[in-house]
């Protein structure tokens, strides 16, 4: 147990849909990346956030968002959703603001689009 | 910008070694390695941080060479409980909105 939630495990919805993940860092981590996986794809960096702070991004989609609240934790929200949204999305945390240090991983939202 | 990995999968006994490589047409800041286990998250095997760079815990370490474009993990003496899949991720720019890359993966298979 890495010590990272992510909310809910698994989710069914359909397209044109608009969803949102939850994650709550390690205790103690002030730094937020969420991550897209797909099938054939390795780990896809999404966004960083940093004491609440957005500190980078990736290859997030302008129909995703996120964001990282007063007590740290972590929205992702994913809007006008296709077939290709299906993913594994994790969400990882760190102590530092620096991409140099470790990450722990949570168990990952499963979203299914139909 | 993505390292590229090598192998992209590898089936071993129990008890063979193994060498997976991660390469970058840039000179890294850092690399990192995690390992997957199906269904399960990442999680964090280590961090490289300078040229020449060797680390290692048990039976797992990996290397960074001199000119921080590549590098390597090595399993030895492979256990079934190395199975899953090997990821490196390149860290390419220190600045503000330096981000972690990571490779499409190695997957490995230990058999019995």
């Known amino acids: 147990d890495s010590g990272v939630t992510q909310t809910p495990k698994h989710l069914i919805t359909a397209t044109g849909q608009r969803v949102t993940l939850r994650c709550s860092p390690r205790?103690?981590?002030?730094?937020v990346y969420w991550y897209q996986q797909s099938l054939d794809q390795g780990l896809q960096f999404l966004i960083q956030?940093?004491?609440?702070?957005?500190?980078a991004k990736g290859n997030i989609l302008e129909r995703f968002s996120a964001q990282q609240f007063p007590d740290l934790h972590s929205e992702l929200n994913l809007s006008s959703l296709e077939l290709g949204d299906s993913a594994l999305y994790f969400c990882a945390s760190s102590r530092q603001r620096g991409s140099w240090d470790e990450q722990y991983f949570g168990p990952g939202t499963r979203l299914t689009v139909t | 910008q993505q390292p590229v990995q090598s192998p992209q999968a590898v089936i071993l006994r129990e008890g063979e070694d193994a060498v997976i490589n991660c390469s970058s047409s840039k000179a890294l800041y850092s690399v990192h390695w995690y390992r997957q286990k199906h269904g399960e998250a990442p999680v964090f095997l280590m961090i490289?941080?300078?040229?020449?760079e060797q680390k290692g815990h048990d039976k797992i370490s990996a290397s960074f060479n001199e000119k921080k474009q590549q590098s390597s993990l090595y399993l030895t003496a492979s256990q079934l409980s190395y199975s899953g899949t090997y990821f490196c991720?390149?860290?390419?720019?220190?600045?503000?909105?330096?981000?972690?890359?990571f490779g499409k993966g190695t997957r490995l298979h230990i058999l019995p």
């Open positions: 991720g390149t860290e390419i720019n220190r600045n503000r909105d330096d981000k972690i890359i």
């Open positions: 956030y940093y004491n609440g702070e957005e500190r």
């Open positions: 205790s103690g981590d002030l730094s």
């Open positions: 490289l941080l300078k040229g020449g």
